[in-house]
């Protein structure tokens, strides 16, 4: 059930870029994006609903694809503020209720 | 506003011990969830209330117990704490129903079983 997140970690120098991509296996609802920075929680960055809807961080964007059940996240610019682990959030929804599970995490380190 | 409150913040155990971890969110949010996070790893689902009156398990369950006593609390319990237990735990709640359900954590309960 956990998505599957790649890569495992990067390294970045300031003012480059990183892509960050998650898939599942199964149908999603909505795909989500937190980073966490050490001893802290996890904070939301974005998220993107079945159909195209997205909400978020201005100068974060993402992408979803229905069909493969897969998102990436694009970092543009990297700043060093951007380190941290990323952890994309999948929602499927069931007669159940919400259902929401977190991928392993990217940890990005963004140097001088 | 306070958002979501976990208490208590740091805790050990001795093996064998229980202890209740407690959660509240002022949001008015629909659906709460307790997860563990061990050294390195992600964010795995213990259990989760879809809403108010509901609970369902989630990937790691077992040794568990949860209660969502309102629909402001949900608690996480541990009936006999083990080693393996050790582990930051996050609750967290959604507002569900809505197309945008974005999530949002509590600080955290850092626990040591010994």
Redesign the interface.
């Known amino acids: 059930?956990?998505p599957v997140q790649s890569p495992q970690a990067v390294i970045l120098r300031e003012g480059e870029d990183a892509v960050i991509n998650c898939s599942s296996s199964k149908a999603l609802y909505?795909v989500?994006w937190?980073r966490q920075k050490h001893g802290?929680?996890?904070?939301?960055l974005m998220?993107l609903?079945k159909g195209g809807?997205q909400?978020g961080h201005e100068k974060i964007s993402a992408s979803f694809n229905e069909k493969k059940q897969q998102s990436s996240l694009y970092l543009t610019a990297s700043q060093l503020s951007y380190s941290g682990t990323y952890?994309c959030?999948t929602?499927s929804r069931d007669n159940?209720?919400?259902?929401?599970?977190?991928?392993?995490?990217t940890r990005l380190s963004v140097l001088p | 506003n306070a958002g979501v409150t976990q208490t208590p913040k740091f805790q050990v155990l001795k093996t064998g011990q229980s202890m209740t971890l407690q959660c509240a969110q002022d949001m008015n949010h629909n659906s709460m969830y307790w997860y563990r996070q061990d050294p390195g790893m992600g964010l795995r689902l213990i259990y989760y209330s879809a809403s108010e009156g509901t609970t369902d398990k989630g990937e790691v369950p077992n040794g568990y117990n949860v209660s969502r006593l309102n629909k402001r609390e949900f608690s996480l319990r541990l009936e006999s704490a083990a080693p393996s237990q050790t582990s930051v735990y996050f609750c967290a709640s959604t507002l569900r129903g809505g197309g945008f359900t974005e999530a949002f954590f509590g600080q955290g309960t850092r626990l040591t079983v010994v």
């Open positions: 059930q956990q909505s989500h937190y802290e929680a996890p904070v939301f998220i609903l809807e909400k952890f959030g929602e159940y209720g919400q259902n929401f599970v977190f991928g392993p995490g």
